[in-house]
């Protein structure tokens, strides 16, 4: 069995093609099953509601432009993995030290996942730990405040509407928005008006006076490279752990595109389906001193058995992001994302920060009389998706000022520097329906709903769809051998 989970798995990690990820008995297995009356399905889905669910969604990704900066497109071996039998296996605890038995080849998966984790991001195993089990980015970060501090402790991380998360600490004056919130006493630092960038002096103030232990550097839709140097030495100065969140960053981190946090920190999470391409999963980079704390926080604090298809997938992932091609693609993640915010400015557009330094940028709608909702609304209906995304100095969620757009998953279909300028051409003609039809409907976001069916607009939204979904179909799509064989 050993031999065979070996002989599976670097099958699977050294091939893309869907047929060779498969163990050759696998079909046998299946006749057997079919011979016995086993009432399990096979592949492809004996089910026809979710079958057409899913090629549904699979023509909607192929004909659409991804700009959700949070999304990006997994390869077929990762898929595989992900629809293995490594779903099926309970392994509570940690290799050699499960809860369960049977686990044998789940402790090979497993620390075969850590140490590439480590040797990805240059870490030694001497110094540095990691955890590979955390569900996904939010669970990770819980983790880690569950680890380094008691309750009502404090932290401090960047304001939502500034770019933070959500997992940070965010709270408003009526309601205390996330679990973090409610169990820790949170103070955001916050952008400066002006310029959109991080004020470090403000942040410095504000820590010394109230004293946080523990001060988080990341966020959701910040533009520009963090200062990780100077937030080590804010943190040192008030006696903080310093926390790194770089779920949006791990692949171009990984690829060297960005700056490294690894020097500054003393926990880094991330999630692993972003920059990473990996599954939907996460994270926690920890120093050695905090990794069994972390660890008990992971289970049996918050979770239960860990997702070994999930864990396996990432094991994967992080063999294709230590590639060449890889950091091919991480360098024109860059290089598009210039690219693209170049061109919307010259076109008149204004973006947070004036540009970025990462894979996404805010374009800030409010100078158009719009708002980020309306943007999005009609967009969607061009089969372009990106969200829409609070601003410093918004009010409300639901109606913000802005849109994030990130580049990852235009580039993962091939898409460079050429492309970006159509995109941005395509954005701007969004934004003259929105306000052609926000000009008949006024300004309420329900009427504008309403507005969107109005015969008078048709010929517009339906004549940029057909642009957008012929240019799209047109560019190769990572993951969908896996659909197109069966």
């Given at each position: 069995m050993f031999a065979q989970f070996l002989l599976f798995f670097l099958t699977i990690t050294g091939s893309s093609s869907v047929v060779a990820a498969f163990p050759p008995s696998s079909s046998s297995c299946l006749k057997r099953s079919e011979q016995h009356g086993s009432q399990l399905r096979t592949f492809p889905l004996d089910d026809p509601e979710v079958s057409a669910i899913i090629l549904s969604e699979q023509l909607r990704q192929r004909r659409s432009l991804e700009l959700i900066a949070s999304e990006n497109f997994a390869s077929s071996a990762v898929l595989t993995v992900l629809g293995s039998c490594l779903t099926n296996k309970y392994s509570e605890g940690q290799p050699s030290a499960r809860y369960y038995a049977g686990n044998v080849n789940i402790d090979v998966l497993e620390t075969l996942t850590k140490s590439r984790a480590l040797g990805l991001y240059g870490l030694s195993s001497e110094s540095w730990a990691v955890n590979v089990q955390p569900y996904s980015g939010s669970p990770a970060n819980f983790a880690v405040y569950t680890a380094l501090l008691n309750p009502h402790d404090r932290i401090m991380g960047l304001d939502l509407p500034s770019g933070g998360h959500l997992t940070h600490g965010y709270y408003t004056s009526k309601k205390k928005v996330s679990a973090t919130s409610v169990y820790f006493e949170s103070l955001p630092y916050k952008v400066d008006e002006e310029t959109g960038l991080i004020d470090y002096d403000e942040m410095e103030k504000?820590?010394?006076?109230?004293?946080?232990?523990?001060?988080?550097?990341?966020?959701?839709?910040?533009?520009?490279?963090?200062?990780?140097?100077?937030?080590?030495?804010?943190?040192?100065?008030?006696?903080?752990?310093?926390?790194?969140?770089?779920?949006?960053?791990?692949?171009?981190?990984?690829?060297?595109?960005?700056?490294?946090?690894?020097?500054?920190?003393?926990?880094?999470?991330?999630?692993?389906?972003?920059?990473?391409?990996?599954?939907?999963?996460?994270?926690?980079?920890?120093?050695?001193?905090?990794?069994?704390?972390?660890?008990?926080?992971?289970?049996?604090?918050?979770?239960?058995?860990?997702?070994?298809?999930?864990?396996?997938?990432?094991?994967?992932?992080?063999?294709?992001?230590?590639?060449?091609?890889?950091?091919?693609?991480?360098?024109?993640?860059?290089?598009?994302?210039?690219?693209?915010?170049?061109?919307?400015?010259?076109?008149?557009?204004?973006?947070?920060?004036?540009?970025?330094?990462?894979?996404?940028?805010?374009?800030?709608?409010?100078?158009?009389?719009?708002?980020?909702?309306?943007?999005?609304?009609?967009?969607?209906?061009?089969?372009?998706?990106?969200?829409?995304?609070?601003?410093?100095?918004?009010?409300?969620?639901?109606?913000?000022?802005?849109?994030?757009?990130?580049?990852?998953?235009?580039?993962?279909?091939?898409?460079?520097?050429?492309?970006?300028?159509?995109?941005?051409?395509?954005?701007?003609?969004?934004?003259?329906?929105?306000?052609?039809?926000?000009?008949?409907?006024?300004?309420?976001?329900?009427?504008?709903?309403?507005?969107?069916?109005?015969?008078?607009?048709?010929?517009?939204?339906?004549?940029?769809?057909?642009?957008?979904?012929?240019?799209?179909?047109?560019?190769?799509?990572?993951?969908?051998?896996?659909?197109?064989?069966?």
């Amino acid at each position: 069995m050993f031999a065979q989970f070996l002989l599976f798995f670097l099958t699977i990690t050294g091939s893309s093609s869907v047929v060779a990820a498969f163990p050759p008995s696998s079909s046998s297995c299946l006749k057997r099953s079919e011979q016995h009356g086993s009432q399990l399905r096979t592949f492809p889905l004996d089910d026809p509601e979710v079958s057409a669910i899913i090629l549904s969604e699979q023509l909607r990704q192929r004909r659409s432009l991804e700009l959700i900066a949070s999304e990006n497109f997994a390869s077929s071996a990762v898929l595989t993995v992900l629809g293995s039998c490594l779903t099926n296996k309970y392994s509570e605890g940690q290799p050699s030290a499960r809860y369960y038995a049977g686990n044998v080849n789940i402790d090979v998966l497993e620390t075969l996942t850590k140490s590439r984790a480590l040797g990805l991001y240059g870490l030694s195993s001497e110094s540095w730990a990691v955890n590979v089990q955390p569900y996904s980015g939010s669970p990770a970060n819980f983790a880690v405040y569950t680890a380094l501090l008691n309750p009502h402790d404090r932290i401090m991380g960047l304001d939502l509407p500034s770019g933070g998360h959500l997992t940070h600490g965010y709270y408003t004056s009526k309601k205390k928005v996330s679990a973090t919130s409610v169990y820790f006493e949170s103070l955001p630092y916050k952008v400066d008006e002006e310029t959109g960038l991080i004020d470090y002096d403000e942040m410095e103030k504000l820590a010394t006076v109230f004293r946080p232990k523990l001060l988080i550097a990341g966020g959701s839709a910040y533009p520009r490279e963090w200062d990780y140097a100077r937030m080590r030495a804010i943190a040192d100065s008030v006696g903080a752990y310093f926390l790194v969140d770089m779920a949006h960053l791990s692949g171009l981190v990984a690829s060297a595109v960005v700056d490294s946090p690894f020097e500054f920190a003393d926990v880094v999470t991330t999630t692993t389906h972003k920059s990473l391409r990996g599954p939907r999963s996460g994270m926690i980079f920890s120093r050695k001193e905090f990794s069994d704390e972390i660890d008990k926080a992971v289970f049996p604090g918050l979770q239960g058995g860990p997702h070994n298809n999930n864990i396996g997938a990432l094991c994967v992932a992080l063999k294709e992001a230590d590639s060449e091609e890889f950091k091919t693609y991480a360098k024109q993640v860059i290089k598009n994302a210039k690219v693209l915010s170049e061109r919307l400015m010259e076109k008149g557009m204004k973006l947070a920060t004036g540009g970025t330094s990462n894979h996404l940028m805010l374009w800030d709608v409010r100078p158009l009389g719009l708002s980020g909702s309306k943007v999005e609304k009609v967009l969607e209906r061009c089969s372009i998706t990106l969200n829409k995304n609070s601003l410093h100095g918004d009010t409300s969620a639901v109606n913000p000022g802005g849109v994030r757009i990130g580049v990852c998953a235009l580039t993962s279909r091939g898409m460079k520097e050429e492309e970006m300028g159509k995109v941005a051409e395509w954005l701007v003609r969004g934004s003259e329906i929105a306000a052609k039809v926000q000009n008949k409907t006024g300004k309420k976001l329900a009427d504008f709903k309403v507005g969107l069916e109005d015969p008078e607009f048709k010929k517009d939204l339906e004549g940029l769809k057909n642009e957008v979904e012929e240019f799209a179909e047109t560019y190769y799509m990572p993951g969908q051998e896996l659909q197109e064989e069966s």
